[in-house]
């Protein structure tokens, strides 16, 4: 019987093993393709624009199941020029065109312009909007703000564009359900093997 039982437990053992790479790639599909292109500014100084577009970047790239293209990922793939553009004119089918071309489930873009009369203070008019390439729709969060004062419209831009795109927890625990059950196999077949 042991001649039996050992053989099968190191082919299980071994399958297991081998299986492992497969469940871990099925396990890492929940990863949802998002790009940022930019933000145009207009009569923003360079030290805000650069606070901005690196607090929406941090905002996107915080998330572990996102996958971000940069506004320079995206400028290397399309061009400086294309990218803006785009960013110039913020066209539904021009974006969702560049999603599909980039192979991204969403684009964040945005336009923003300071329309204060003080020089010492930056009023920041615009929007933040995102694109989503499944559905072809596109949603916009408007900005009227002094540039101090983002928080607020950042925890939006969390709250309403990014947390409803993640995967939903059930679905993480789906993906993962593969790698469980070949662990529990090879677990098993370890188990087995010194008990016999």
Do not use: W
């Not at 790009?35 to 996107?60: H, M, R, T």
């Not at 793939?77 to 489930?105: F, M, N, P, Y």
């Not at 939006?156 to 059950?181: G, M, N, R, Y």
């Amino acid at each position: 019987m042991q001649r039996v039982v050992r053989p099968f437990i190191v082919y299980l053992i071994s399958t297991a093993l081998l299986l492992t790479p497969t469940a871990l790639s099925f396990a890492q599909t929940t990863v949802v393709k998002v790009a940022f292109i930019g933000i145009a500014f207009e009569d923003v100084s360079p030290d805000i624009q650069k606070k901005i577009l690196n607090d929406l970047l941090a905002l996107l790239q915080e998330e572990r199941s996102l996958l971000t293209l940069t506004p320079e990922d995206v400028q290397e793939r399309i061009g400086e020029e294309r990218r803006a553009q785009l960013l110039a004119q913020l066209q539904k089918t021009s974006i969702l065109d560049l999603a599909a071309q980039l192979d991204v489930d969403y684009v964040f873009a945005g336009k923003l312009s300071n329309q204060s009369r003080d020089p010492q203070r930056t009023l920041l008019v615009g929007s933040i909007q995102r694109f989503d390439r499944a559905t072809r729709a596109s949603f916009s969060i408007d900005i009227l703000r002094y540039a101090n004062d983002l928080g607020e419209d950042f925890k939006k831009i969390k709250q309403e564009f990014i947390a409803t795109i993640l995967p939903s927890t059930s679905s993480t625990l789906a993906s993962a359900l593969p790698v469980l059950i070949v662990g529990g196999i090879a677990l098993i077949g370890i188990l087995a093997l010194l008990l016999s």
